[in-house]
């Protein structure tokens, strides 16, 4: 009798799946298995291999409907975001990074919290007007827990819930044996939640009195009547809150992981840092860090920052291909800042500038591009200006060369020997402008030791070395849509 019924249930759980597949048209794809659906077609490491090897089978372009909901958060976002809003940012980025300078040279060991700190910070301020006072303050905390669920629990290594393949189990109670992604997700919504209203709630707070900042989420609220909380727009009240939730899930993973990547770059890559180095010098001098003003003075800056975000794609899924194009980019596993200085006509430079792919294209290319943009320009120059990175040395004094991994599906997960901090024995003092300057004397014994290159105001650059060693990871992790046949 039991295995009648086991029979018959089967039989039309197989139905029930010809009948749901049936009912749209969807891509081209692999083959879904009854009941299974693509399951066994995804894989736990790499997957963005694996999607390439489909784009070639299948063909390479498919769409995700561009909804009213979509168009709504791009409109609030390029009102606060687009090229003419984004100079508005630019002191705030300048103060935030020479925090983090001052923050990685007084203490080198926490550089990797502190760059954490200083994404997330930066996001925060942008975003809600928040600022953050400790590497473990709340705000940061509550958020980062957000992403950390989205990218590590929901999302974690291109996993299945077995909800997603029987849409049915929803219905179940979730008192049942084999419910508990249910409670779970119960748990998770209820922090994500808490991440999205808590800082929302915290700016309609400070503007109810009368001393909030300028902000994403103030910008969006401009032109509404103040009548309170409860007449505002029910609709509108939502986009702002969602869509400054995802502004600060989609950033910070983002920025914190190619800043990392960046520095790998560096460490394989001494002779681009010490052209970049040079340029630095040469242009802006040893008597104060870079500024924005500076960023058309500085190409080879440029050049370095695009092929980080070529050779260390935040989100390999979708554009790897591209960026591994070796007609526009030879010999493309290599990073080469100078691949950039070559003179080309103006469709061959759009071609080869891979920021026209990391960020998107069309609608859906990311609205906060030029913010992020700043950011990475700002950290990546006033790092090459202080910083000196190489290789850590073993017991014996050779270089130790770092091994990169991959262990995800999704996220570009890349494990190699961690980064270890060494401050240099001629300690220099750092310049930093007007009434925020941080500097350091040297006693007669290191200026005598001819490791400090003194400039002519008597003003010494200092640069740590930051050295390769044991065990981290990067993580890579941005928003995307797969499409496939279940």
Not at 386 to 398: Q, V
């Amino acid at each position: 009798m039991w295995l009648v019924l086991g029979l018959l249930v089967f039989i039309g759980l197989y139905l029930w799946s010809l009948r749901s597949a049936s009912k749209f048209p969807v891509p081209p794809g692999p083959k879904p298995l009854p009941l299974l659906g693509n399951i066994f077609d995804l894989t736990t490491k790499e997957l963005w291999l694996r999607v390439t090897a489909w784009a070639e089978q299948y063909g390479e372009v498919a769409f995700a409907r561009y909804g009213d909901y979509s168009r709504r958060q791009r409109r609030l976002m390029n009102r606060a975001l687009g090229p003419s809003a984004v100079h508005t940012y630019h002191p705030l980025i300048e103060t935030e990074t020479h925090a983090l300078l001052k923050r990685i040279l007084a203490d080198p060991q926490e550089y990797l919290e502190y760059i954490r700190r200083y994404a997330g910070g930066l996001t925060l301020n942008s975003v809600y007007g928040y600022q953050a006072h400790s590497n473990d303050d709340k705000f940061l905390n509550l958020a980062n827990e957000a992403v950390d669920l989205l990218s590590n629990e929901i999302a974690s290594g291109g996993g299945i819930w077995p909800v997603d393949v029987f849409p049915f189990l929803r219905h179940l109670p979730v008192w049942l044996p084999g419910t508990s992604f249910k409670r779970k997700a119960i748990i998770w919504r209820s922090k994500i939640q808490e991440s999205v209203d808590i800082p929302y709630e915290y700016v309609l707070a400070r503007r109810k009195a009368g001393n909030a900042g300028p902000c994403f989420v103030t910008t969006a609220l401009e032109g509404v009547q103040d009548k309170g909380v409860g007449d505002l727009d029910v609709q509108r009240a939502f986009d702002i809150r969602w869509t400054a939730n995802s502004m600060y899930a989609g950033s910070l993973d983002t920025t914190i992981t190619t800043v990392q990547f960046f520095i790998l770059a560096m460490v394989l890559n001494p002779e681009a840092l010490a052209k970049a180095q040079k340029e630095i010098d040469t242009v802006v001098g040893t008597a104060r860090l870079p500024e924005f003003s500076d960023r058309e003075s500085l190409p080879y800056i440029k050049c370095v920052m695009n092929e980080v975000l070529r050779w260390g794609a935040p989100v390999p899924l979708g554009y790897r291909k591209m960026l591994r194009n070796e007609t526009i980019y030879p010999d493309p596993a290599s990073f080469n800042p100078d691949r950039y200085l070559a003179e080309v006509d103006e469709v061959t430079a759009k071609r080869r500038d891979p920021r026209n792919y990391v960020f998107g294209f069309g609608r859906r290319r990311c609205p906060g591009t030029n913010l992020v943009e700043s950011s990475l320009w700002m950290v990546i120059v006033s790092m090459i200006a202080t910083l000196s990175i190489s290789k850590a040395k073993d017991e014996s004094g050779c270089d130790i060369e770092p091994k990169v991994s991959f262990d995800n599906a999704v996220f570009r997960y890349a494990f190699f020997p961690s980064l270890a901090l060494y401050g240099l024995e001629a300690e220099r003092r750092l310049c930093l402008k007007n009434s925020d300057t941080f500097q350091m004397r040297y006693s007669p014994k290191v200026r005598a030791s001819g490791q400090a290159c003194q400039t002519g105001d008597g003003c010494y650059r200092r640069r740590y070395i930051i050295s390769i060693h044991l065990g981290w990871r990067l993580v890579f992790y941005g928003w995307f849509y797969m499409i496939w046949e279940v």
